[in-house]
């Protein structure tokens, strides 16, 4: 077992550890508490890496100058987001701000007397406020492990094949959640578990790439952050959505995300080392 390997089951089993802990005492997402384990468990790969890093002598590049690509990470998943939507439409039935509102339930009747423009815009501020302040310092710990310490230890197989591997990992380590919690996928808890690996292995190629250009890991918390805040937005605009064909992180965002990655293909060669 080489040092990603066992970084990835380290990080693993301890997340997996606190899951258990969380799921026998609590097991709802729907607790009070669900929100601070969250985190916790975000946390956990972005702490292993660290003391990884610090004991093997890895840099993770955490801090760096604002550039555009940080500006590109804040951007692209309302982008990806919106394309979700357009190639879900055929996939269910769109109603668009209703759906909100009634997400929304009580706090929906303060906005009912703004035009759909305004109430649109005021829900994209919301998802770029949170993407680029708490979201991002959540996601971060997952940048550290994922796209910092697992790249480092994985460059070397080239940037498609690394992305490749990170992406699995990735989507295993949320497999508890989705299954036993029913998170993103709760009406289909088995393929959700399947639908994940897929959706965060179409995602990791533009995160690394975001991690290389920007020269930081903050770009790519950024855009990891931004998307978990616009990502149900995708979803709630659906009627009765079937997770598994509407929205950013089912179908039709795995075309999207495809669609996208046949972009990047264009500017990282099959054959490159890196996204440099």
Request: charged residues 10%; hydrophobic residues 55%; proline residues 5%.
């Amino acid at each position: 077992m080489n040092k990603a390997d066992r970084a990835a089951v380290t990080a693993i089993a301890l997340s997996w550890a606190l899951f258990a802990i969380y799921y026998l005492t609590v097991g709802t997402l729907e607790s009070p508490w669900f929100a601070a384990f969250g985190i916790a468990y975000m946390w956990i790969p972005g702490l292993t890496a660290l003391w990884l890093a610090r004991r093997e002598g890895v840099r993770l590049p955490v801090w760096g100058r604002p550039d555009r690509w940080w500006l590109a990470a804040w951007l692209l998943p309302l982008l990806l987001t919106a394309g979700a939507v357009v190639v879900s439409l055929p996939l269910g039935e769109y109603v668009g701000l209703s759906g909100i509102k009634q997400l929304m339930g009580g706090a929906a009747g303060e906005l009912a007397g703004l035009p759909d423009w305004a109430l649109w815009l005021s829900l994209a501020l919301q998802i770029l406020f949170a993407g680029v302040t708490i979201n991002a310092l959540a996601a971060l710990g997952e940048e550290l492990m994922w796209r910092g310490y697992l790249w480092e230890r994985t460059r070397e197989l080239g940037f498609w094949p690394a992305s490749l591997q990170i992406g699995v990992v990735w989507g295993v380590w949320h497999a508890p959640l989705v299954y036993f919690l029913g998170y993103n996928y709760p009406q289909h808890r088995f393929w959700g578990v399947i639908f994940m690996v897929i959706f965060t292995t179409l995602l990791t190629p533009w995160l690394l790439y975001l991690r290389e250009r920007s020269g930081t890991l903050l770009a790519p918390a950024i855009f990891h952050g931004t998307l978990n805040a616009s990502a149900g937005l995708s979803i709630y605009v659906f009627a009765e959505p079937n997770r598994l064909l509407v929205g950013l992180t089912g179908l039709g965002g795995f075309v999207t995300l495809a669609l996208a990655n046949l972009y990047l293909r264009r500017l990282v060669p099959p054959d490159a080392g890196g996204a440099g």
